[in-house]
């Protein structure tokens, strides 16, 4: 009984933990577009850990434009942002989770509703649509799991281990970012930045 207290105890300890695991940003200018990402990989604490899937630290997107929703979802894996979100979870143990974006303040920055995010999980053999394309929609005060007021959750997911062993689980998501058909070109170069989180609560 003392030792099921005291798991319970950490794994509430792990799961309010807030790992931020990368910078990802976007600029828009009317000749150049990047979305780079100052990564760690594999950073980790306790029953859960995310990883990158990137070749390089930047992803340039070359004579950038504002484009529609339908291009944007269709942008090759040149210009996605690969990430897994992994544990190792005990015995009988859920651990439900959060993925929030965080905007990240700059001197020029594009308004909220001028970038697009689309989000897509790996299911059945196939990556399926869990976000549609939506504009940057800031929380009005904080999660239930944790995500900072201000941040925008785009994915709320379960890991559950109902075996008597420990056992590995990870959820893989593409997401993609870009600046929307409605963003109006001229000499003043902007950028939205975000880094990307992950709370998580143990149950």
């Known amino acids: 009984m003392i030792q099921t207290e005291s798991k319970q105890i950490i794994l509430s300890i792990v799961g309010i933990s807030i790992l931020i695991i990368a910078f990802v940003g976007i600029s828009y200018a009317a000749f150049h577009s990047s979305l780079f990402s100052n990564l760690s990989n594999g950073i980790s604490t306790g029953t859960i850990s995310v990883s990158l899937k990137e070749n390089s630290d930047v992803i340039s997107m ?9 291009k944007g979802m269709s942008l090759n894996d040149n210009n996605v942002y690969v990430f897994k979100v992994q544990s ?3 015995p009988k143990t859920t651990l439900n989770y959060e993925v929030s ?3 990240e303040d700059s001197k020029n920055m594009l308004d909220n509703n001028l970038v697009r995010f689309y989000l897509e999980k790996f ?3 196939d990556y399926q649509k869990v976000l549609e394309p939506k504009a940057f929609i800031p929380l009005e005060k904080d999660s239930f799991l944790g995500s900072k007021k201000g941040s925008m959750v785009i994915y709320s997911g379960t890991l559950s281990n109902v075996s008597d062993e420990e056992k590995f689980m990870e959820d893989e998501f593409k997401l993609r970012m870009w600046v929307s058909q409605d963003a109006i070109i001229d000499s003043v170069s902007r950028d939205f930045n975000v880094k990307l989180n992950v709370v998580a609560k143990a149950i």
Request: glycine share 0%; proline share 6%; no cysteine.
């Open 101 to 103: 974006l965080q905007k």
């Open 123 to 125: 299911e059945y053999k």
């Open 62 to 70: 070359n004579n950038a434009m504002p484009m529609t929703d339908e």
């Open 88 to 90: 190792n979870l005990s």
